[in-house]
Nanobody
Framework: QVQLVESGGGLVQAGGSLRLACAAS????????MGWYRQAPGKERELVAA???????NYAKSVKGRFTISRDNAKNTLYLQINSLEPEYTAVYYC?????????????????WGQGTQVTVSS
């Protein structure tokens, strides 16, 4: 079982920067693919950035160049650096872990979510 806790959100002015963190506990996330999602009021949750266990990254077109996802496996933590914040980035940001466990010939897939951290960008 993996527990995820996001932090780093808050109220910031447009043009500023934030660094979100997602601390994992209960088990290591070394072998998990990780992602940051956001859900704005009245909208569906969407993937904004992802990083595989091997370190490959992928970004939604709308955030490319402004968001940077990274992971520190030694700290069991996932990060999201957000630059040049815009009011449209206002949302609850969630981290997700997609983990695979192997026991003999059996393979188990588990997804874990954090509780989210609110990011509010004022114009």
């Amino acid at each position: 079982q993996v527990q995820l806790v996001e932090s780093g959100g808050g109220l910031v002015q447009a043009g500023g920067s934030l660094r979100l963190a997602c601390a994992a506990s209960g088990d290591t996330i070394d072998g998990c693919d990780m992602g940051w999602y956001r859900q704005a009021p009245g909208k569906e949750r969407e993937l904004v950035a992802a990083i595989t266990a091997g370190g490959s990254t992928n970004y939604a077109k709308s955030v490319k160049g402004r968001f940077t996802i990274s992971r520190d496996n030694a700290k069991n933590t996932l990060y999201l650096q957000i630059n040049s914040l815009e009011p449209e980035y206002t949302a609850v940001y969630y981290c997700k872990a997609e983990c695979v466990a192997r026991h003999g010939s059996a393979v188990y897939y588990s997804d874990y979510w954090g509780q989210g951290t609110q990011v509010t960008v004022s114009s």
